[in-house]
C-alpha cells in the first residue's frame, strides 16, 4: 500500500474511533469499585482485531491527588481527590475530560508515621446508582451528590461516635448500593460499625456496631439462598444479611499490623481472599436452618496477596503475589491449584481487570499488560505504557479504552 494511502486510512480510522469513543465510554459504565459487579469484570468490551504497537492519549486532565478510582456512566466521568485540605468530588465530560461540575469540602488530614508514604487520600473509590453519587472521604465524611448537578443532598461526619473516626492510614473502605440502601463500614480501628442508609434520604436503616473497617470493601453475594453483604474488616471476615443487618457468620482473620485490604471474591459458593503474609484461601459457608458456618475449602501457600485484590475469569483465579517481590498467578478457582506463576519481581502492585477472555493487568508504574486468560505461562500479547507517575488509583475499562490516573491527572487512553 503507497504510504500516503496508508496514513490516510490511519487518520480516517482514528478520527472515527475518536467520535464513537465518549459514546461508547458512556454506554459502557462503570459505575463503582472494581467494575459493574465490583469483581474486577468490565461488562462491555470491543478488542481489537490486533493490538497497535502504542496506545493513543485521547485527552488528559489534571484531577489534585489522591488513590480513589473513577466511575463513569451516561458520558460523565466522576472522581473524588484532594487539593490542598480540601477534599473534591468533580464530574468531567468524557469526550475532552473538561469540567461539568465541581464541589469541594474542607477535609484537612496529616497522615501518621505508618501511612507516611501513601499521602493524605482519598482512597475509597465512589459509587453512582439512581443518578446520585456518594463518596466516603479519608477521614470517614459519608456525603451524597447530585450526578447531574452536582448539588450535595446530604453529608454525615462520623466524628466523635467512635474512639478513631477513621483507621489508622485513613479511610479506604468503597460504599456500595443494593436494593435501596448504600452500606458503608464507618468508623476507625477496632471500634465500627457496618452501616446500611436510605440510600436516597441519608436515613438510618440498620447498624452493625464491633469491628472497625479494613481496608477491602464490601460486596453482596448471594450464599445458600440468602443475600448477604460480605466483607473483610479489621479482624474478621463477615456475612451479614442485606435487609436487616443480622449478622449470620463471621470468621477471625487478622494479619500484622491489621492489613485487611483484599475485597474478597465470589465463585459460586466459596469466597477466596488473602491477606499480608497468608496463603490465599477458599471458604465455603455451610447452613443448616438458621446455623452458618465458615470452613475453609483450599489453600494455596505459593502465593499470597497484600494490597491487589484478585479476578476470576471462568475458572481460573488471577492475582500478584507479594512474593519474591511481586509475582503474577494463575489458579484453579475450585481447588486452588497453581497454574502457573510467573518470575518474581514484577512489583508491589497491580490492578486487574477482566474483560471477556483477557485480562487487562496495570502496574503501580504505569504499565499495562493485556493477558489471555487462557495462557499456559505469564505471556502478555501486548504492553503499553500509559503513565509517568504512580498508578495506584483503580483503572476503569471502557469500550475500546480505559480511564488512567496518575498521581495527579486522569486521561482516557484507546486502543
Known sequence: MPRMEKSLRFWLGWTMMSLVLPAALGAQGWPQWRGPNRDGAAGAFTAPQSWPEKMQRVWQTAVGSGYSGPVTADGTIYLLSREGDEEVVRALRSSDGTSRWRQSYPAPFTPSRASSAHGPGPKSTPVLHG????????????????????????????????????????AATSPLVAEGLLIAHVGG??????????????????????????????????????????TLTDSHLTGVDLGSGRLLWRLPYTTQWDQNIITPVAYGEKLIL?????????????????????????????????????????????????????????????????????????GGHATLIT??????????????????????DFAPVARY????SPTWAHPALVDRGILIRDRTSLALWSF
Not at 436516597?200 to 472497625?212: F, I, N, T, V, Y
Not at 477472555?357 to 499495562?368: H, R
Not at 505504557?385 to 509517568?388: F, I, L, R, S, T
Open 131 to 170: 443518578g446520585r453519587l456518594y463518596t466516603l472521604g479519608i477521614r470517614g465524611m459519608l456525603s451524597s451528590f447530585d450526578a447531574q448537578s452536582g448539588e450535595r443532598l446530604w453529608q454525615k461526619d462520623f466524628s466523635g461516635e467512635f474512639k478513631t473516626p477513621w483507621p489508622v492510614c485513613g
Open 189 to 230: 480501628d477496632h471500634d465500627g460499625a457496618l452501616t446500611a442508609f436510605d440510600a436516597a434520604s441519608g436515613e438510618l436503616r440498620w447498624r452493625l456496631a464491633g469491628d472497625g473497617p479494613g481496608y477491602a470493601s464490601p460486596i453482596v453475594v448471594e450464599l445458600r439462598g440468602q443475600r448477604q453483604v460480605v
Open 274 to 346: 488473602s491477606g499480608f503474609q497468608k496463603s490465599i484461601q477458599a471458604f465455603a459457608v455451610k447452613r443448616e436452618g438458621e446455623q452458618w458456618t465458615p470452613q475453609e475449602s483450599w489453600g494455596n501457600a505459593q502465593a499470597s496477596l497484600f494490597t491487589s485484590s484478585p479476578v476470576v475469569v471462568g475458572d481460573r483465579l488471577f492475582g500478584i503475589s507479594q512474593k519474591n517481590k511481586g509475582q503474577f498467578f494463575a489458579l484453579e478457582a475450585a481447588t486452588g491449584k497453581t497454574l502457573w506463576i510467573s518470575e518474581g519481581r514484577q
Open 355 to 376: 474483560a471477556g477472555d483477557l485480562v487487562f493487568i496495570l502496574s503501580a508504574e504505569g504499565e499495562l499488560w493485556i493477558l489471555p486468560a487462557d495462557a499456559d
Open 385 to 388: 505504557q500509559v503513565a509517568d
